[in-house]
């Protein structure tokens, strides 16, 4: 019972601790395992690993189409598909480049049927985001509260910020949005309806004025045009913030390898 | 553990060790990357204490997490409602640390779909991922005592590629229609897709993740999230292992050190440009190794 | 009216745009046609590319270089490798199946160790190497400097896991949240961009096949379709009102 | 009007991607109805400057970790820097870690020579490599040891034969590292297993969705500006239209004399993506406003 429970702990272990201490220890062939030998392993094993994805696919299909499941009439279109690849790769190049730069050579049927065939269907998927990101800011992106809020307005801002149209939004228009927002905060302090309208009304219209006191609507100050509000949104907050999620997931990233290298991670090997 | 014990392994060890590295007796050591050999010691030693504490059955207190409790009941609601849960653990190999705490998580649900015999459903993008998925389901089944609901159809292999992944888990929530949803594992743009479909099924969606840049999605179109280092810190819960629980306490603490030393170093700057203290923080920061190039 | 193989191609690549695109109207034939032509012919390129371009020169190069020639000489040591990724191919035969935790251990074991170093270094000391403060800059960097420390420091609270958030930790950590809040939305605000951006590229391509050089492929195959969906959608709800 | 709120928030999914469809599909067929001036934003102008403080003869290691899935975000970089890199006679260096990077590299380069506004030939001026499954294992390869994996191009020519190979063994000998990137590995495993422990300049420019990932490189110095996403793809490739423009008129020697540059689609694209944002914010409002309705009915 050794060999399959602890030998594969132990190989885990080593590999961790030699691959660690390649960093800080000074023997000649250690560091030749670690910078060169092992590195061309973990590449020729993670090949093997892509080979055993692409038949456990075809196992699946050809079950499907063997026992006739459900819409098995489209896993033909699946094992086609891989077949034509794989002749494609392997038996006809119609091209004489060597074996293997053939899949890159334009004049290939390999190339032909990847430029073709998966590069469409690979853009379009990506391509249909775009409207399932309109359905869903419509319908599932909401200011349930206060946090949410702020994730929406630094959006907007962000996405009108970034594109050529936001330099052209005029700047009462920002001082409008400035003074609505500080109106939402303090909304449910003031009671009286009527009292937080005309307030509302009020401080505009003052705003206004000001502005052109300051002659705002030749030369608008930074914090009134949108491009630089964005530039100041990604330069400090949302920096702290992916700065602490950052050392946050890099703190978690060195518990896990510690307990791997130190053998306390069973379930990746299933004991 | 007694103290004397306790102080010797935690607090003499690493000194000693420290010593020995800057002594670098004939030259065994590389030089250059002092201050990451000794963070690396610290965080190690730190997190390796409170193991050893957690192992001891001390009870260690961790703050509960919302997104946790909403777990249990969306499996619940789903066995109510007759229907299946559907467990997608991410897109990445197991090199990723996330696709390892969504094996982990998935165990545990793994767990509760056992007790309430309720059917499970998980897609894998990565064939080992596909490996790991079902020992931990088997292990899950055996615990609860119920091997004989356990079955290879639940856990299988979709495709390699990232978006017919996310087209084929799409067409078996149209299928299945799930009452519940997990998303616990590494995410890349395809998140938006499943959470955008799994609500229009009308499932509760718990979803997990380290990737920061799908969070956002997740936050908008699923009823909770694990953030980040909560969702390691949730695999840690589930797991209940002493181990895991402890590095949680660990790396709490090693972030505590990484305030401070925050605060010393922005300290520091400032007292050295006043002069009150010249000592200049940036020499320590040194990552690269000099001196030794292997061709 | 010339047809070479570009132009098949180039209705190929327009039909297949389409069809994964008929996915908006709802799940229908078309799409799933696609769907699995895209399942098939990516992991048949993705076999086809990693033997080439990795397991043939790099493993195969160093086995038998004289047939393989690719650059590398003889090197025995390989043959580790290489059991070790047969090993891994034996996870598809139930009764050799635990021979593939020994390459799962050598992959996950690496890549562990390499982690510790590499996130240590980059996403944690050079990160608080820079909350320095620099005083040849201007006031107002200097400001916004503080205030990303103090960002960092208040959301690295809101992840602490030891204490409960009440009374001092609770506000500080409040305020941690609303900095990750913004910090999402710019990354909302990112993602939406991106979406839109792979949008006009594909539409761009569908224009660019519309013209009279490639015998108008994108309006003949659209309506086509539309008639074909059309037909389908209405044999399918007939046959589901009555079953 | 509480009715007009309850019907807005019911409408059909389809209706709305019919609107987005429609609000990217005009600007693009009419471009000059909306043409609005591209503005440069800061982090672009650091890539810019990195790059332009780069001299003759210098070598620059791309490495294309993108594919079909985000091409019309990334390939505009691709090729606006290739062609800022080639008119300063910088050689170029291509590595590729995702499986589609080769075949990406490779329409970049058909569309430089087919441009054919330099001289340059493969083996002297660039070299591209073959596709390599490991991720960051590959990087860190590359950064200790580059000949130990890279031993032909993707011709299968051995490189000891390649002029342009002299005196290239591991990270450090190239004097900038520039990465298009669309996931893992991307700019985060060049900065942490190559860059930063090799100390060599890097660069990078990635998907937008990527970018609030990488920021925190960027304001620390790690990451030499960015470039993010189609605008910022947009932006550079309008300064390299710029700089290429004097460059001919001052007959630099790298450029053909009787090439004809070509503007960009720049601009139509950045048109639409400007119409297509602003009807996404007013999804969001529309969207907010009759949750708000029923909130307060309901």
Redesign the interface.
């Known amino acids: 019972m050794f060999i ?1 429970r602890q ?3 132990i ?10 201490s ?6 000649p062939t250690l ?2 395992f670690t ?27 050809i079950q499907k189409v063997a026992k006739k499941q ?2 098995w009439q ?2 033909i ?10 002749v ?3 038996i006809y190049k119609n091209v004489d ?5 053939h ?2 050579d ?1 004049g290939s049927a ?34 349930r509260n206060f ?2 809020t ?11 910020g ?4 936001g ?2 939004i005029p700047w009462w228009v920002v001082l409008f949005m400035y003074i609505s927002f500080i109106f939402a905060i303090i909304a449910s302090k003031i009671k009286d309806k009527r009292i937080f309208f005309i307030s509302f009304l009020s401080t505009n219209i003052i705003g206004l004025v000001l502005g052109t006191q300051l002659k705002w609507n030749i030369t608008a100050p930074l914090f009134l045009s949108i ?1 630089s509000i964005q ?32 053998g ?2 069973r ?4 004991d | 553990m007694n103290e004397l014990k306790q102080y010797f392994y935690f607090l003499i060890i690493p000194l000693i060790v420290i010593a020995i590295y800057f002594l670098n007796p004939a ?4 030089n250059g ?1 002092e201050l ?2 000794v963070s ?1 010691l610290i ?2 030693f730190m ?2 204490y409170f ?1 050893q504490k957690s192992k001891n059955g001390e009870d260690i207190y961790l703050r509960p997490i919302p997104a946790m409790k909403a777990m249990e009941e969306a499996v619940g609601r789903a066995t109510e409602m007759g229907s299946s849960v559907l467990y997608v653990p991410g897109i990445a ?2 090199d990723e ?1 996330d696709t ?2 969504g ?2 998580i998935l ?1 545990h649900v793994a767990g509760m779909t056992a007790e309430y015999e309720s059917d499970l459903h998980v897609p894998c993008c ?3 991922v ?3 998925a ?3 389901c ?2 899950a089944y055996l615990k609860k005592g119920r091997p004989d609901l356990y079955n290879d159809r639940m856990v ?6 990232q ?2 992944y ?2 084929g888990v799409n067409g078996i929530m149209l ?1 299945e229609k799930p009452a519940a949803i997990f998303y616990q594992g590494k995410f890349y ?1 395809e998140s ?2 499943l ?2 479909t799994g ?1 229009s099924v009308g499932a509760i969606q718990v979803a997990g993740t ?1 990737s ?1 840049s799908q969070i ?2 997740f ?3 699923c009823d909770y999230v694990l ?3 909560e ?2 810190a949730a695999s840690a819960y589930l ?1 209940g ?1 002493p ?2 629980i402890g ?2 306490k ?2 709490d603490y ?2 505590l050190l ?1 305030m401070l030393f925050i605060g010393a170093v922005f300290l520091f700057s400032i007292f050295n440009y006043f002069e009150i203290f010249t000592f200049d923080m940036m020499t320590l920061f040194k990552i690269n ?1 000099e001196g ?1 190039s ?1 061709n | 009216m010339i047809l070479n ?1 570009d132009i098949i ?2 209705w ?3 039909l ?2 389409l069809c ?2 008929s ?2 109207y709802g799940d229908n034939p078309f799409y ?28 195969f190069g160093r086995l038998f270089p004289s047939y393989v020639d690719a650059g590398f000489d003889f090197s025995p ?2 043959i ?3 059991i ?3 090993f ?2 034996f ?2 035969i139930p009764s050799l199946s ?1 021979l593939a ?17 590499v ?2 270094n980059s ?2 000391l050079m ?1 608080i190497q820079n909350s320095a403060i620099d005083f040849s800059k201007s006031g107002w960097e200097i400001f ?1 400097h503080i ?6 420091i208040s ?2 609270v ?2 602490f896991f030891s204490k409960e958030h009440k009374g001092a930790i609770g506000t500080v950590s409040k305020i ?18 991106g ?2 951006s ?2 006009i ?2 539409f761009e ?1 569908l224009i660019n096949y519309s013209s009279e050089q490639y015998n108008y492929a994108t309006p003949i195959i659209l309506i086509s379709m539309i008639i074909l969906l059309g037909i389908w959608s209405f044999q399918n709800n007939k046959s589901e009102k009555n079953n | 009007m509480k009715r007009f709120f309850t019907i807005v928030g019911t ?1 059909d ?1 389809r209706i ?2 019919l ?3 429609l609000s ?1 599909l005009i600007p693009l067929i009419k471009p000059n109805w909306l043409e ?4 440069i ?2 982090n672009t102008q650091i890539v810019y400057d990195s790059i332009s403080g780069l001299q003759e003869g210098d070598k620059v290691l791309l490495s294309f970790e993108y ?6 975000e990334v390939h505009p970089m691709a090729v606006a820097l290739l062609k800022h890199l080639f008119a300063k006679g910088i050689k170029v260096y291509i590595v590729s870690l995702w499986p ?1 990077g ?2 990406m590299a ?1 329409l970049a380069m ?1 569309e430089i020579i087919a441009s054919d506004l330099f001289n340059i030939e493969d083996g002297k001026d660039y070299i591209m490599f ?1 596709y ?4 960051s ?2 990087i ?2 590359i950064s ?2 580059f000949r ?2 890279y031993k032909q191009d ?3 020519i051995p490189i000891e034969q390649l002029q342009i190979m002299e005196g290239v063994y591991s990270v450090e000998d190239f004097d900038f590292v520039f990465d298009f990137s669309a996931g893992v590995p991307g700019n985060a495993e060049w900065v942490q297993y190559a860059c930063d422990p090799k100390d060599v300049p890097l660069s990078s420019g990635c998907t937008s969705i990527m ?3 990488a ?2 490189y960027v ?1 620390s110095g790690q990451l030499k500006g960015i470039l ?1 996403g189609m ?1 910022g793809a947009a932006e550079y490739e309008k300064m390299v239209y710029d700089y290429l423009t004097n460059e001919l008129t001052n007959n630099n020697e790298y450029i053909n004399e009787n090439a004809s540059i070509t503007k960009g689609k720049a601009f139509s694209r ?2 639409a ?9 007013i ?2 409002l ?3 406003l009759s ?2 309705y029923q909130r307060k009915r309901g």
């Open positions: 399959k030998l594969a702990i190989v885990m272990m080593s590999m961790g601790f030699l691959a660690l390649g960093y800080f220890l000074n023997f560091r030749e910078d060169k030998d092992a590195p061309q392993w973990y590449m020729i094993i993670a090949g093997f690993a892509a080979f055993l994805g692409c038949v456990n696919l075809l196992q699946l299909h459900e819409n489209y896993s279109f699946t094992l086609l598909g891989f077949l034509v690849m794989i494609f790769g392997f480049a060597p074996w293997g730069a899949l890159k334009d390999f190339y032909w049927m990847y430029n073709f065939v998966y590069l469409p269907l690979g853009s379009t998927m990506f391509a249909l985001l775009a409207f399932f990101v309109a359905s869903a800011s419509y319908r599932a992106f909401r200011m946090e949410a702020l994730l929406l307005i630094s959006g907007v801002l962000l996405m009108l970034r594109v050529p149209v330099a052209i491009p530039e100041w949104i990604m330069a400090v907050p949302a920096t702290a913030g992916s700065r602490a999620i950052m050392i946050g997931i890099a703190l978690g990233i060195l518990a896990q390898s510690f307990r791997i290298i130190t306390r991670e379930s990746i090997l299933g | 030259d065994i050591f590389v990357n990451s050999f690396i965080s190690c997190i390796e193991i190999g197991l640390i390892i705490s094996v982990i165990g990565v064939p080992i596909m490996e790991a079902r020992e931990s088997k292990e299988h292999y979709v495709t390699d590629d978006f017919a996310a087209a299928r743009a938006l897709i959470a955008e609500n380290g920061s956002p999605f936050v908008t179109a953030i980040g280092e969702f390691y797991s292992s181990e895991m590095s949680i660990g790396q090693v972030k990484c190794i030794y292997v | 193989l191609g180039v190929l690549s327009v297949m745009t994964i695109l996915y908006l799933k046609i696609a769907e699995h032509i895209f399942v098939g012919v990516s992991a048949g390129y993705i076999f086809a590319l990693t033997w080439w371009d990795q397991i043939w020169p790099n493993l040591s390989y580790i490798p290489l070790l990724g047969i891994m191919l996870r598809l635990w935790r020994f390459p799962i251990a050598f992959i996950v074991g690496m890549a562990a160790g390499l982690k510790v170093y996130y240590i996403n944690i990160q916004n205030l990303i420390l103090v960002g960092v959301a690295l809101y992840f941690g949240i609303y900095f990750l809040m913004i910090k999402f939305g710019a990354s909302f605000g990112f993602a939406v961009m979406r839109i792979l949008l590229g594909r391509d | 409408i999914r709305i991607f609107l987005i469809g990217v609005l001036p591209i503005k934003d800061n594919g079909a899935s985000t091409k019309p589609e080769p075949i490779k058909d073959d390599k499954v490991g991720g294992i590959v860190k390869n200790d040891d130990g994996i993707y011709n299968r970018v609030t990932d920021i925190p304001e993010a605008p950045m048109s993506q400007s119409v297509a944002h602003l009807v996404m914010v999804f969001i529309l969207g907010n949750y708000y």
